[in-house]
């Protein structure tokens, strides 16, 4: 765990640098979205998945988070008091497939746009 959790706050800062940061603090580009400028975010991610390199530091971050999210669901339902047998099989299987859903989700964007299915589209 303490391996997987340094794999995730590293993954973490890795994103908030490619989106957050600069839609806070630097000058992107903005749209009009019902009379108000808007950074847009949309042109800054098709920007950043072009890189190989990023994409897959952004997968295997899915992936860590797949793993996390496998073992962190049955463990918080293990915390609150639900640790019997009856329970136990169902509570893992939704927790697996939870985490194969949002995992797969999350990883969906930067490989759409690796692969061309996602591209940038001019707004005018």
């Not at 890189?51 to 609150?80: D, E, K």
């Not at 939704?94 to 964007?109: E, N």
Request: some cysteine; hydrophobic content about 50%; proline content about 4%.
């Amino acid at each position: 765990m303490g391996l997987l959790g340094t794999l995730l706050l590293f993954f973490l800062v890795i994103h908030l640098a490619h989106f957050w940061v600069p839609s806070r603090f630097t000058d992107l580009p903005t749209i009009d979205i019902k009379g108000n400028e808007v950074a847009n975010q949309y042109a800054e991610i098709v920007r950043v998945f072009q890189n190989p390199v990023v994409v897959t530091i952004y997968v295997l971050g899915c992936l860590s988070l797949l793993y996390h999210l496998m073992h962190g669901f049955q463990s918080a339902f293990r915390t609150i008091g639900v640790p019997n047998g009856k329970y136990m099989a169902l509570i893992k299987g939704t927790g697996y497939g939870f985490a194969i859903i949002v995992s797969l989700a999350f990883a969906m964007m930067p490989i759409s746009v690796l692969a061309g299915w996602v591209e940038l589209r001019s707004t005018s």
